[in-house]
């Protein structure tokens, strides 16, 4: 389940809600993503239309699947599942 903001379509008009300091899932028109400056490498765009995933700062490296269930399992999940995107 997930707990945090989700914003299905973000309008022009509220584009600085992107600089929010929180966890969130947005969605915004691809014809606005120039505009967006968001000053963190933790972004990570899903682009729906053509299925790539990216950054704006560093190459994308996602977890082995085996290894991101070994850590949500573990005593602390959060520290565990941080350490494997540090790696």
């Known amino acids: 389940i997930?707990?945090?903001v989700?914003?299905?379509l973000v309008p022009e008009s509220l584009l600085e809600v992107l600089e929010s300091p929180v966890p969130f899932l947005a969605g915004i028109h691809s014809k606005l993503l120039p505009e967006v400056s968001v000053a963190?490498?933790?972004v990570v765009f899903a682009n729906l239309d053509t299925g790539k995933l990216s950054t704006q700062s560093s190459p994308l490296r996602i977890p082995r699947?085996?290894?991101f269930?070994?850590?949500l399992a573990s005593d602390n999940p959060q520290q565990a599942a941080e350490q494997?995107?540090?790696e």
């Open 2 to 4: 997930y707990q945090c």
């Open 6 to 8: 989700f914003l299905p």
């Open 40 to 42: 963190t490498d933790r």
């Open 65 to 67: 699947q085996a290894d």
């Open 69 to 71: 269930r070994r850590a």
């Open 84 to 86: 494997l995107w540090d």
